[in-house]
């Protein structure tokens, strides 16, 4: 199985930035896809950001203009550029990947989850 290592949470006043990472280990043909989730407290997990091999990319509406999603493919490594944090963007992100651990098999993998408090 992959591992999913999650860091860069932690706590940021309103306006502040933070920046996630998300490496992948294992034994990996190829990543077909990674991304952010996040979920708060009562809410479902919701979609923050993705990013495919090919570079395409997807954001929350919510996010967008703010949060930006990059990758180091060499390394297997996405991270989650989050500027202009606002309270509501508190959560716990978890990192997601979809990856073929063989050629002709596609299996997804989580992490653990990384806490983000945006407060004073």
């Known amino acids: 199985q992959v591992q999913l290592v999650e860091s860069g949470g932690g706590l940021v006043q309103p306006g502040g930035s933070l920046r996630l990472s998300c490496a992948a280990s294992g034994t990996i043909f190829s990543i077909y896809s990674m991304g952010w989730y996040r979920q708060a407290p009562g809410e479902q997990r919701e979609l923050v950001a993705r990013i495919t091999s090919a570079g395409s990319t997807n954001y929350a509406d919510s996010v967008k203009g703010r949060f930006t999603i990059s990758r180091d493919s060499a390394k297997n490594t996405v991270y989650l550029q989050m500027n202009s944090l606002k309270p509501e963007d508190t959560a716990v992100y978890y990192c997601?990947?979809?990856?073929?651990?063989?050629?002709?098999?596609?299996?997804?993998?989580w992490g653990q989850g990384t806490q983000v408090t945006v407060s004073s």
């Open positions: 997601n990947a979809i990856f073929a651990p063989i050629v002709s098999r596609l299996e997804t993998s």
